[in-house]
């Protein structure tokens, strides 16, 4: 959240973050809700999730106004990017998952056709990661905690997408030779000397070998989600002066 913060300030977007106290209960988030969907001087909101288990996300994100959804996690919003055309610029799409596509697509290859696997099957990353894929003409594969043998199908995946939030899960027997792999996971495991570090899904150093590309944590998928948290930002703003 503060590094979402600080980038927004740096491109000049005025922030209000509500930092709410552990005891707030759903009627007072939606209440807060709807007085920012009822404030023309704010153009986008964001839930960071996830919320405390008594409150119903569903409900809570509902409630956004589809307009100023910055998340793209609004049913109205999930549901047109499932049937929108591709390359639709007014589309808020959800952050984690376009920003992947938009490092996919600096490899400049062909991604019709590929065999994309996305493990995960999430309403932030998974759900949305196969559904964009989809349209970018893959052959998506989700596979997730029940998938049978899943491992032998990211085998199988010229694109393998990681988004299952467990610490070095994949290593170099999941992948394909010269597959690209993109490590959405970020994974907090302590070290000794009571020292914790950040990991992804995937065992970086020997998967690195075998790979045209992959992704680092930190530092590969986290800032194009902050990147693409700033453009729906714009593009919500856009609209709400009609330009
Ligand atoms: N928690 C983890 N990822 C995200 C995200 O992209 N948006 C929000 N709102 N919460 C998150």
Request: proline share 5%; hydrophobic share 40%.
């Amino acid at each position: 959240v503060k590094a979402k913060t600080k980038a927004a300030k740096e491109v000049g977007i005025d922030v209000i973050d509500h930092h709410l106290k552990e005891s707030t209960n759903q009627n007072d988030l939606i209440t807060l809700i709807n007085q920012l969907n009822n404030n023309d001087d704010v153009n986008s909101i964001l839930v960071q999730l996830p919320l405390p288990k008594v409150i119903n996300e569903e409900m809570v994100l509902n409630s956004i106004l589809p307009e100023k959804d910055a998340d793209g996690f609004h049913p109205l919003n999930v549901g047109k990017l499932s049937i929108s055309p591709k390359n639709d610029d007014n589309l808020m799409i959800p952050c984690t998952p376009y920003g992947c596509l938009l490092l996919l697509r600096e490899l400049n290859i062909n991604l019709s056709g590929k065999n994309a696997v996305v493990i995960g099957r999430s309403n932030i990353v998974g759900k949305p990661m196969a559904q964009i894929l989809l349209k970018e003409s893959c052959t998506v594969t989700t596979v997730h905690s029940k998938t049978n043998n899943i491992k032998s199908i990211c085998r199988n995946a010229d694109i393998l997408i990681s988004a299952i939030g467990k610490p070095e899960f994949v290593n170099k027997d999941w992948v394909k030779e010269g597959a690209i792999v993109v490590d959405v996971g970020i994974n907090r495991i302590s070290t000794n000397e009571e020292k914790s570090q950040l990991v992804g899904d995937v065992q970086f150093n020997e998967v690195k070998n075998i790979v045209s590309a992959i992704t680092p944590v930190p530092g590969g998928v986290g800032p194009m989600t902050i990147a693409c948290l700033l453009r729906n930002t714009i593009i919500a703003f856009k609209k709400s002066k009609k330009i």
